[in-house]
């Protein structure tokens, strides 16, 4: 096995938590409830949720495909929870593990959906909206009710999604373990004289292999490619003496995974041991600052004060973090400005990294959550080393 003996993940460390139990109807229930008062108390009228992540997650209803035909979930506080659907698609919308807590409104073609959907909205709210909203539909309700306003549901209910249950976190677990049996197996295989390509195609039959049922990206950056933080991965052949980024994740049970570690082609340089040493240091400072109520940017001031003390502040070029759940990325973000609370629940990444312009770059990343008695440090759901691993 080509790394190190303590690069290697025994299987102790990342044995698949169980199988999670599905949601149930009152689970999503009370995430409609729960959303529909949050706007309330933001001075919102409602919610407008269009097909996407934010759907799913309070309803478990996804289209089979997203067309131009109106699909949208009306929440109001005091008002039952309304889903706006095309007649041909309901039989599947009725089938949705939340259909029996919401009401079902349909429309056929050769209707007006806005003038379906109209009635339920109050004609002079502002309602908070899914970012990925089309904006054909946001225009098609404003002409039939001109004096309704919108605003993003990230800006206006930013931590709807962002606290996660017992039953999230054991899917997030589930994940983040099988990120880690990726890992594992990816040491094994040949890294030198191979494309980029090819060992990210690795790594996405190494996801789809441990339960994962969509993988999401999986940067390969090699020598001066892992200089860029977002390399996709290319045609460049790896060599020895190359440092290689490999940043992968995706969902598996409908939550993500991500993860980060940094391996060598062959024994490093002195530089390139230390600047990995100063990262991995970097992200253990991240994870110590990690405790309820503490602020999100404590996280990004506590890894990025190692990297700036050591002379690298001008080579670590991105937020420490951000969070994970139902999309691999959403919030809450662990960046400077963020004085948003941290509160037991909540999971993100811990990632810093250094980047040198046409040399390379060094990034190790683990999903994290705050714990009630995480008094510097809370659990991570990524276990595998952070020490270098040496591979061929």
């Known amino acids: 096995?080509?790394?190190?003996?303590?690069?290697?993940?025994?299987?102790?460390?990342?044995?698949?938590?169980?199988?999670?139990?599905?949601?149930?109807?009152?689970?999503?229930?009370?995430?409609?409830?729960?959303?529909?008062?949050?706007?309330?108390?933001?001075?919102?009228?409602?919610?407008?949720?269009?097909?996407?992540?934010?759907?799913?997650y309070l309803t478990g209803y996804q289209p089979t495909a997203i067309t131009e035909r109106l699909t949208v979930l009306v929440l109001a506080a005091g008002r039952d929870p309304v889903l706006v659907v095309p007649t041909l698609e309901a039989p599947d919308a009725e089938k949705a593990p939340?259909?029996?807590?919401?009401?079902?409104?349909?429309?056929?073609?050769?209707?007006?959906?806005?003038?379906?959907?109209?009635?339920?909205l109050d004609a002079e709210g502002r309602f908070g909206v899914s970012d990925n909203a089309w904006a054909m539909h946001l225009l098609g309700l404003q002409k039939q009710l001109s004096s309704t306003s919108y605003v993003s549901l990230t800006d206006a209910l930013p931590m709807l999604r962002a606290v996660k249950d017992a039953h999230e976190l054991e899917r997030v677990a589930a994940a983040g373990a099988a990120a880690d049996q990726a890992y594992g197996e990816i040491l094994k295989v040949a890294f030198a004289g191979r494309r980029e390509t090819e060992v990210a195609a690795d790594l996405a039959a190494l996801l789809m292999r441990f339960g994962h049922s969509q993988v999401d990206f999986t940067v390969v950056g090699s020598g001066p490619n892992g200089a860029n933080p977002h390399h996709e991965a290319g045609e460049r052949v790896i060599q020895r003496g190359d440092m290689v980024v490999l940043d992968f994740g995706g969902l598996?049970?409908?939550?993500?995974?991500?993860?980060?570690?940094?391996?060598?082609?062959?024994?490093?340089?002195?530089?390139?041991?230390?600047?990995?040493?100063?990262?991995?240091?970097?992200?253990?400072?991240?994870?110590?600052?990690?405790?309820?109520?503490?602020?999100?940017?404590?996280?990004?001031?506590?890894?990025?004060?190692?990297?700036?003390?050591?002379?690298?502040?001008?080579?670590?070029?991105h937020r420490t973090g951000h969070g994970i759940g139902v999309t691999t990325h959403e919030p809450p973000y662990m960046i400077e400005g963020e004085e948003r609370p941290i509160v037991p629940g909540m999971c993100f990444s811990i990632e810093p990294g250094v980047y040198l312009p046409g040399r390379f770059g060094v990034r190790i990343e683990d999903i994290v959550t705050a714990t009630e008695e995480g008094a510097g440090g809370g659990r991570r759901f990524n276990n595998t080393p952070r020490e270098m691993a040496i591979v061929e």
């Open 1 to 56: 096995m080509p790394s190190t003996p303590e690069s290697r993940t025994p299987e102790s460390r990342t044995a698949e938590p169980r199988t999670p139990a599905p949601f149930t109807v009152d689970d999503y229930r009370a995430r409609m409830d729960r959303a529909a008062r949050s706007a309330a108390d933001a001075g919102l009228a409602g919610v407008l949720v269009a097909p996407g992540p934010d759907l799913v």
């Open 98 to 120: 939340g259909a029996a807590a919401l009401t079902l409104r349909d429309w056929t073609d050769g209707k007006d959906p806005y003038a379906v959907t109209a009635p339920l």
């Open 252 to 317: 598996k049970h409908g939550y993500g995974s991500d993860t980060t570690r940094s391996v060598h082609v062959g024994e490093p340089t002195a530089e390139e041991q230390r600047v990995h040493d100063l990262v991995r240091e970097a992200q253990q400072a991240g994870f110590e600052a990690v405790r309820p109520g503490a602020a999100c940017q404590d996280v990004d001031r506590a890894a990025r004060k190692v990297i700036t003390d050591a002379g690298y502040g001008a080579y670590f070029i």
